[in-house]
């Protein structure tokens, strides 16, 4: 084909012209071999990333299920098309994989997972610096970005995507290594945040956050609790609105139902009554943890062992015994050791996943203990007879009523996909690694046998294995397999359960980043008491893309008034198990933190002996949150996280 001087003029300039910042013409070179359907707030929260060039980030911080992944996705599209290719993903390691399926499949990015294997093999083959990307987006976890911090900060970035930001929100507490250590490594590097909870817990992690992407953004910690300490004033509530405006951008659900289709919610809730020996472990734990002096438990995390402690008494005889196993060994080993003991979070993170991330958030109580005394030696004598005494009660109990009641569950749970054209899958949360493989046993003995796959953080177990090692044989040859084993396994254990599985038994580690929305049958065997963690696991599967209604059941201690009450709070205050949306994001932040919600519920628990006192401390909780959740804070919060964009650009909704 032969070309006038204005056809090749013309062809030039297409091919290199630069379009404003914020034009829709920006994707359009980069979009071509797209395979994604993009929606406006995705295409518009893109589009804020790159509108202040000499900003040194953004935060995108839609609720979850509106396509973060999609919109970081376009922003790094772009910057490969302007062949600005040092480009980095740091992630929660169980998404790894999720990324470089994401970025490969709906934008044809050659991606790799860097890792210690992958790191190491690198090395050998004589790479001086395996994070310097070449023709692929580089992505890793964040304990290994965090391990590798002298490597990352040699790269001059073009762009870095750090996923589940709010992991990061603590920066300014000096104990948060991770975060301090990534933050001093990624000062040069343009950032991308993604978090659908900016305001998680406080304005503090706000700042934390802002001052991740700009420390000068908001100054030091002293002055932003100056600026900020009164935002009921409306000349300080515009300066921080101001401040954010450049920075973050974030949409709501119920913003997009005009071209988003969302489905409803529908609760379900089963009853059940304990066994005698079940209630006598419990009232025999409980009177236990409420003790004056625990030589078991150190007294700077006494709050949060004994919260732990709780959550897995109520989750079954089989968890308590494993977390009891750990506190006897513990305790027999400081008779017989100087040397001090490991942090109990590391010991009990078998017992309770996700107990490192729990713990951070949870903050310590005071001073750790001194030294041993004889009087304290004699304690831990008959501590220990005590807690093996309690051990050996839960070895005896074999079997659950709360498991029993599981079957029955199901059994009106499918029915009731079945009545709403969903297919028989169901996602069944707990908290504990033993009590995860307690419910394989019932569900393998059961109508429900066939097609089981358990997920949790490490995922070790036969079945898991036996899945793996069919998918790479499936796979084999192929972009799908990473390299990761870790993230290839979770790759596996989603596909399998997608196409094959019908249940899926899963630990606080599937509660996020994975996408499920082929399943519309949501179990929490455990129910978390932190309401965001709760909007987390049903946003796994009621999201952008689920088809059918989805089904939350839930499970009701009829011996167990706290239970109860907990239950009826979450439900009817915070309106997490029906409707359209589930939580409003409103109600969520107006709580201030799902930490500190925590805290109250487990002090219930811990202060209060009879149902009287119990039902007492809700009645006095409800009326807290009622005068929280009110319609003047509902709206400055809204109006904060909202209308942080500047309304002359922002599209109108």
């Not at 734990?285 to 006494?302: H, K």
């Not at 929490?524 to 989805?550: A, M, T």
């Not at 239950?567 to 309106?575: I, N, R, T, V, W």
């Amino acid at each position: 084909m032969t070309l006038t001087d204005f056809h090749s003029a013309f062809f030039a300039h297409e091919l290199t012209k630069r379009c404003p910042s914020d034009s829709i013409e920006k994707f359009a070179g980069a979009l071509v071999d797209a395979q994604v359907k993009l929606h406006p707030h995705q295409v518009e929260a893109a589009l804020f990333a790159f509108r202040s060039p000499l900003s040194r980030g953004a935060m995108l911080a839609d609720e979850v299920g509106l396509g973060k992944t999609i919109e970081a996705g376009l922003v790094i599209s772009q910057k490969w098309a302007e062949r600005k290719r040092k480009l980095l993903v740091i992630t929660p390691s169980n998404l790894r994989k999720q990324w470089h399926q994401e970025l490969q499949e709906k934008f044809s990015l050659p991606c790799r997972i860097l890792e210690a294997r992958s790191y190491k093999a690198a090395i050998k083959e004589g790479t001086p610096s395996p994070f310097e990307p070449g023709e692929a987006v580089v992505i890793c976890s964040y304990q290994f970005a965090k391990a590798k911090a002298a490597d990352i900060t040699s790269v001059p970035w073009d762009l870095v995507v750090i996923d589940e930001a709010h992991r990061l929100r603590n920066v300014y507490k000096p104990s948060n290594v991770i975060a301090n250590v990534l933050k001093t490594a990624l000062t040069a590097a343009p950032k991308l945040l993604l978090t659908a909870t900016p305001l998680q817990n406080s304005l503090l992690e706000l700042f934390g956050l802002v001052s991740f992407i700009d420390e000068h953004a908001f100054g030091d910690l002293k002055s932003f609790r100056e600026q900020f300490a009164n935002l009921s004033e409306e000349e300080v509530f515009e300066a921080l609105k101001a401040r954010l405006r450049p920075i973050c951008h974030r949409s709501l659900r119920r913003q997009v139902v005009e071209y988003v289709p969302f489905t409803k919610r529908h609760a379900m809730v089963e009853e059940f009554t304990p066994a005698d020996n079940e209630d006598r472990l419990y009232n025999e734990v409980s009177a236990y943890l409420r003790r004056d002096n625990l030589q078991a438990l150190p007294a700077s995390q006494r709050s949060l062992m004994t919260m732990v402690l709780r959550k897995l008494l109520a989750s079954s005889t089989f968890a308590i015994a494993g977390a009891l196993d750990t506190l006897i060994y513990r305790l027999k080993g400081k008779l017989v050791s100087k040397a001090p003991p490991r942090p109990l979070e590391e010991e009990m993170e078998e017992e309770y996943e996700g107990l490192d991330e729990t713990a951070e958030e949870w903050g310590d109580d005071e001073d750790d203990e001194a030294p041993l005394s004889d009087s304290d030696r004699a304690a831990i004598d008959q501590e220990v007879r005590d807690l093996e005494s309690f051990r050996d009660l839960a070895l005896n109990i074999t079997q659950n009523a709360k498991g029993l009641a599981l079957l029955t569950a199901l059994g009106k749970a499918f029915e009731e996909a079945d009545r709403l054209g969903a297919a028989r899958k169901a996602i069944i949360f707990t908290e504990s690694r033993k009590t995860q493989d307690y419910l394989l046993r019932l569900l393998g003995n059961s109508p429900y046998h066939d097609g089981i796959v358990l997920f949790n953080g490490s995922n070790t177990d036969s079945g898991s294995r036996a899945i793996y090692a069919e998918w790479v044989k499936k796979h084999a040859g192929s972009e799908k397999i990473t390299g990761s084993k870790t993230a290839d396994m979770r790759s596996a254990l989603v596909d399998y359960f997608r196409d094959q599985g019908k249940i899926m038994i899963a630990t606080e580690a599937g509660a996020e980043g994975i996408n499920l929305q082929f399943c519309s049958l949501v179990v929490n065997y455990d129910l978390p008491w932190n309401p965001q963690r709760i909007e987390q696991r049903i946003g796994r599967c009621h999201r952008y893309g689920q088809k059918f209604d989805v089904v939350v059941v839930n499970f009701i201690n009829l011996n167990n008034e706290a239970d109860r009450r907990v239950f009826e709070l979450l439900d009817e205050k915070f309106k997490l198990f029906e409707g359209v949306f589930g939580a409003s994001d409103e109600v969520l932040g107006a709580i201030e933190s799902g930490v500190d919600f925590e805290k109250r519920i487990a002090g219930i628990y811990q202060g209060c002996r009879t149902a009287n006192e119990i039902a007492e401390s809700f009645v006095h909780l409800q009326r807290e949150l009622t005068s929280q959740i009110n319609e003047a804070m509902t709206k400055t919060r809204r109006q904060l996280l909202e209308n942080i964009v500047d309304p002359e650009t922002e599209t109108a909704r």
